[in-house]
T-cell receptor, first 111, second 117 residues
Framework: SQQGEEDPQALSIQEGENATMNCSYK?????LQWYRQNSGRGLVHLIL?????REKHSGRLRVTLDTSKKSSSLLITASRAADTASYFC???????????FGQGTILTVHP | DADVTQTPRNRITKTGKRIMLECSQT?????MYWYRQDPGLGLRLIYY???????NKGEISDGYSVSRQAQAKFSLSLESAIPNQTALYFC????????????????FGEGSRLTVL
């Protein structure tokens, strides 16, 4: 079964706007990761946040983690058309060390 | 050159045929994975291998088998393909769990698109 549930399933914005995607999960985790997938291509790791962290930044990316609510959000600031892609959260559980992926959010940034 | 290489990139086959998808990596990672991606379902784990002698079933292993021929090679087989195995298949690698480098971050190949008619 899927660990992560992502919201929204699709997001359409204009260039320059911020994009926020949310991820909820069910079990205890070691860390939570976000990946990006351009259409039909392999996934690329964006950012990781550990279970003892609450917020992390990388360039235009900001990730938050609330372990009490079992949820995370990914914020992309000042979006660009090149940010158009699918974004997936993935949780690394504490038991087996495997990653379990959510269904993803399709982000479209219009020029 | 890609660190994780999948072959073939695209394959069309018929129901009942045996298909093998191959994955090779130059990252030196011990851990290798096969995922399947279907629209709206994200990625689901088929099989994973933590080293050459350690192979484990994932959440959707029925109808699939794997072979870890070497540290760098991990193949996925469909013994008798059926149409609902039409999907995009990804191989991925990661550092060993005991490694100080390990965060569980996955490094993906470009995918193998399989169509079963």
């Amino acid at each position: 079964s899927q660990q992560g549930e992502e919201d929204p399933q699709a997001l359409s914005i204009q260039e320059g706007e911020n994009a926020t995607m949310n991820c909820s999960y069910k079990t205890s985790i070691n860390n939570l990761q976000w990946y990006r997938q351009n259409s039909g291509r392999g996934l690329v790791h964006l950012i990781l946040i550990r279970s003892n962290e609450r917020e992390k930044h990388s360039g235009r990316l900001r990730v938050t983690l609330d372990t009490s609510k079992k949820s995370s959000s990914l914020l992309i600031t000042a979006s660009r058309a090149a940010d158009t892609a699918s974004y997936f959260c993935a949780t690394k559980d504490t038991s087996y060390g495997k990653l379990t992926f959510g269904q993803g959010t399709i982000l479209t940034v219009h020029p | 050159d890609a660190d994780v290489t999948q072959t073939p990139r695209n394959r069309i086959t018929k129901t009942g045929k045996r298909i093998m998808l191959e994955c090779s990596q130059t990252k030196g990672h011990d851990r290798m994975y096969w995922y399947r991606q279907d629209p709206g379902l994200g990625l689901r784990l088929i099989y994973y291998s933590f080293d050459v002698k350690d192979i484990n079933k994932g959440e959707i292993s029925d109808g699939y088998s794997v072979s870890r021929q070497a540290q760098a090679k991990f193949s996925l087989s469909l013994e008798s393909a059926i149409p609902n195995q039409t999907a995009l298949y990804f191989c991925a690698t990661s550092y060993p769990f005991s490694s100080g480098e390990n965060t569980g971050e996955l490094f993906f190949g470009e995918g193998s698109r399989l169509t079963v008619l």
